[in-house]
């Protein structure tokens, strides 16, 4: 079993950041694909970023291209997420999500077997 447990989450006005943390405990698998989602009230979960096992690659949905930066701690056990330039529609619940096995669509949240509980990131107009 792994246990995601996000933080960092919080109030922040247009055009601030946040960094969101996402530690893993149990039984972790540091060779495999993590990323984060959000969920808007009343949308679909939706991809925000990946990174790869190592560090290496990562994949970002173009609506936070070149605001936000996915990073990820292997000692630790810990992927990041950098929030930069925040904007009222980044407003959401933020999860981070782990594979279990690779799998090569990482934008797919079926794509992933283990999920945090969420942190709430509100930005204020």
């Known amino acids: 079993q792994v246990n995601l447990v996000e933080s960092g989450g919080g109030l922040v006005q247009a055009g601030g950041s946040l960094r969101l943390s996402c530690a893993a405990s149990?039984?972790?698998?540091?060779?495999?694909?993590k990323a984060w989602f959000r969920q808007a009230p009343g949308s679909e979960r939706e991809f925000v970023a990946g990174?790869?096992?190592?560090?290496?690659?990562?994949y970002y949905a173009d609506s936070v291209k070149g605001r936000f930066t996915i990073s990820r701690d292997n000692g630790k056990d810990t992927v990041y997420l950098q929030m930069s330039s925040l904007k009222p529609e980044d407003t959401a619940i933020y999860y981070c999500?782990?594979?279990?096995?690779?799998?090569?669509?990482?934008?797919?949240?079926?794509?992933?077997?283990?999920w945090g509980q969420g942190t709430q990131v509100t930005v204020s107009s």
């Open positions: 990174v790869r096992w190592d560090g290496g690659y990562t």
């Open positions: 999500a782990a594979m279990a096995v690779p799998r090569d669509t990482w934008s797919n949240s079926n794509s992933y077997d283990y």
């Open positions: 149990g039984r972790t698998f540091r060779s495999n694909t």
